[in-house]
């Protein structure tokens, strides 16, 4: 059963930073793109960055460029994100996703497995 949990979300104060894992089981990890999305509350779900199946590519939304960096490690299964400089905007249920399409805009429809979400708070 193709699975994908995230973890490391919480509550940090502005200007703060958290690291998002996300492990994978029943998948062939390391042949699949990974990206993050994020939804806020009343908000649609947005792309925040994605990594291709080697970790040579990687795109990263305009809001969080400079500030977030997505990784992986394929001998764990594990993808990453780490959050810098968290802005209360930031704030958001932050989603795992596995086998979609990387390109400078992530389309939701295109990714094939979603983990649960962790939540990240931000506050000013």
């Known amino acids: 059963q193709p699975q994908v949990v995230e973890s490391g979300g919480g509550w940090v104060q502005a200007g703060g930073s958290l690291r998002l894992s996300c492990t994978a089981s029943?998948?062939?990890?390391?042949?699949?793109?990974m990206a993050w999305f994020r939804q806020a509350p009343g908000e649609e779900r947005e792309g925040v960055s994605c990594?291709?199946?080697?970790?040579?590519?990687?795109t990263y939304a305009d809001s969080v460029k400079g500030r977030f960096t997505i990784s992986r490690d394929n001998a764990k299964n594990t993808l990453y994100l780490q959050m810098n400089s968290l802005k209360p905007e930031d704030t958001a249920m932050y989603y795992c996703?596995?086998?979609?399409?990387?390109?400078?805009?992530?389309?939701?429809?295109?990714?094939?497995?979603w983990g649960q979400g962790t939540q990240v708070s931000v506050s000013s």
């Open positions: 029943g998948l062939n990890f390391g042949d699949l793109n």
């Open positions: 996703a596995a086998g979609g399409f990387c390109g400078t805009v992530l389309r939701e429809y295109s990714w094939n497995y």
């Open positions: 990594i291709g199946w080697s970790g040579d590519y990687r």
